[in-house]
């Protein structure tokens, strides 16, 4: 089966799932992105990684990078390759320069760990069409503050109650929110804005 490169193009506070992360990893040379949701955890794992964050002690993830450098090993891909259910299953593949082996990961520290190794991430076709969501328009990456707890976000996006909102605010939200791919916010401005119009 051919692989699909992906980028990771966004993390943000899950507006669904209480304490969870949405993480979306991007098609290379395609529109396609791949929204998996994650534990905060691996959120903070992955976002100090990518901004280059250290830590006072080393995370789960650190260890794992320094015990594989202590014996040369290194991981050279991570492959997203199956959806059951709604849960992806990946693996590390990892190599000492004689052989190569295939671990089994969760997905969310497959990613955290690909991240530190600095390896590219694959998946599959039938994967990215079952589960993939067809972007428009310019691509915006971004990465919210993960630092920020959930009762903050939630306070924060409680100014987020649209009913307050004009049609004309709703709408310029709207278009901000798709620019972001923030998905479930739009999902929400958008189902406020048919709520008025069917009043």
């Known amino acids: ?5 992906l980028d990771i193009v966004g993390l943000s506070y899950s507006q669904t799932q209480s304490g969870a992360y949405a993480l979306v990893l991007g098609e290379v040379s395609g529109r396609r992105r791949l929204p998996i949701i994650i534990g905060s955890f691996e959120a903070q794992a992955i976002a100090i990684e990518i901004e280059k964050m250290t830590p006072s002690r080393p995370l789960t993830h650190d260890l794992f990078k320094s015990l594989g450098q202590a014996f040369n090993i290194t991981v050279q891909e991570v492959i997203i390759y199956n959806l059951v259910d ?5 693996k590390l593949i990892c190599s000492d320069g004689k052989k190569i082996v295939e ?4 997905t ?14 694959y998946t599959y076709e039938f994967i990215l069409s079952s589960a993939g969501i067809v972007i428009e328009g310019n691509d915006f990456v971004y990465l919210e503050n993960i630092n920020e707890t959930p009762e903050e976000k939630t306070h924060s996006s409680a100014a987020g109650t649209y009913a307050s909102l004009s049609e004309d605010e709703l709408k ?7 620019a ?9 401005i958008r189902d406020e804005l048919t709520k008025r119009k069917s009043s």
Request: aromatic share 10%; glycine share 2%; with cysteine.
């Open 108 to 121: 969310s520290d497959a990613i955290a760990v690909s991240v530190r190794f600095e390896c590219p991430i």
């Open 1 to 5: 089966m051919k692989k699909i490169k």
């Open 103 to 106: 671990i089994d990961a969760r």
């Open 180 to 188: 972001e791919e923030a998905y479930e916010k739009a999902a929400k």
């Open 172 to 178: 310029s939200k709207l278009q901000q929110a798709l």
């Open 86 to 90: 709604g849960i992806f299953y990946s």
